[in-house]
């Protein structure tokens, strides 16, 4: 193909921005979006002429609308969708309630499945295409005080599985990557970091970025990172007891 075109999502920290800058350097043309301008402008910036920008809140109405329009107006067609942004909350239920489940799930997953109906037309017309949707191995696996989060990645692995199955006939490849601890600029991890026992736990941004890339254009239907990650969710199943008492 002589012009691929993404959009990324979340692009202007961690994992969406590292991302962006995997996929510029292997010659996509980028729509980045997020909320924050500023950090957008600076990438934009940074990645050249082939990068574009849309600042924006993915929970806003009239998001999915205006991400299809930029596209449109910009290339008519698009080959790759990186789900990325997202949010957590650490709290309790009893602490945070109805409220706090509601957020998140309305970033975590209602904002993905909104934007992915938008922008489904373009992909189909572009097949072969792919959807990449960032979950977590907390998509699989839940802990006390992000039963909020765990919701919103159990509901994205989930739904993504169904839509792997139905778009598979239209050309549509849909991917999961299945992160585990990752160390950014909002969440740096020092307490695994810092000491050498359980540093394999925590990934980076850039790992996690080739791991979109392996789960979309590459064709995997579910990466976890760091890669030890996905034996949890196998043992989760295998031992469902085990499993609750550890995390418990």
Do not use: C
């Not at 500023?38 to 934009?44: D, F, I, Y």
């Amino acid at each position: 193909m002589s012009e691929r075109r993404a959009v990324v999502t979340g692009a202007s920290s961690g994992i969406g921005e590292q991302t962006a800058r995997r996929l510029a350097r292997d010659g996509w043309k980028l729509l980045l979006v997020a909320r924050r301008e500023e950090r957008l402008q600076a990438l934009k910036q940074e990645l050249g002429a082939g990068a574009h920008w849309l600042a924006l809140d993915l929970t806003d109405s009239d998001a999915p609308s205006q991400v299809r329009f930029r596209v449109d107006e910009l290339w008519g067609g698009l080959d790759l969708l990186v789900n990325n942004a997202g949010s957590s909350r650490h709290t309790t239920f009893a602490e945070g309630g109805y409220e706090s489940v509601r957020k998140t799930m309305d970033l975590n997953f209602d904002a993905v499945v909104r934007l992915t109906e938008a922008l489904l037309p373009a992909l189909r017309e572009s097949a072969p295409s792919s959807v990449v949707n960032v979950s977590s191995i907390a998509g699989r696996i839940a802990r006390a005080k992000s039963g909020a989060y765990s919701a919103s990645k159990f509901a994205l692995a989930g739904w993504t599985d169904a839509l792997r199955i139905e778009e598979k006939r239209n050309g549509v490849h849909v991917g999961l990557v299945l992160r585990g601890f990752v160390s950014t600029e909002g969440f740096p991890q020092t307490q695994l970091t810092q000491s050498a026992k359980p540093r394999w736990l925590v990934s980076t941004p850039d790992k996690v970025a080739d791991a979109i890339v392996r789960a979309g254009p590459g064709g995997r239907a579910e990466v976890s990172v760091p890669r030890p990650w996905a034996a949890l969710p196998r043992v989760r199943y295998g031992a469902p007891g085990l499993v609750r008492r550890i995390m418990g």
